[in-house]
């Protein structure tokens, strides 16, 4: 068993290029699988209300204390 990488020959190089192209495979097709479970519907944000527009800004604060700047 080679403990060291550098000193690794060429099976043990195709055993680490291969363990990482299944964990690779396994990430995607999780990710793909989990990612179709959507069951086909889309969801979209809705909104309802009036229409509040920004005008001045304004400062609301609940002290009566005085600011040293």
């Known amino acids: 068993m080679n403990h060291s990488f550098y000193s690794a020959d ?3 190089h195709l055993k680490i290029v291969v363990v990482a ?3 690779a495979i396994g990430v995607a ?4 699988s989990a990612h179709l479970t959507n069951d086909g519907f889309t969801q ?3 909104a309802s ?3 509040i ?3 001045k800004t304004v400062v609301i604060t ?8």
């Open 29 to 32: 097709g999780f990710s793909i």
């Open 10 to 12: 060429r099976m043990t």
């Open 21 to 23: 192209l299944v964990a």
């Open 44 to 46: 979209t944000a809705r």
């Open 62 to 69: 609940s002290s009566e204390q005085q600011v040293i700047r």
């Open 53 to 55: 527009k920004a005008t």
């Open 49 to 51: 209300g009036p229409v």
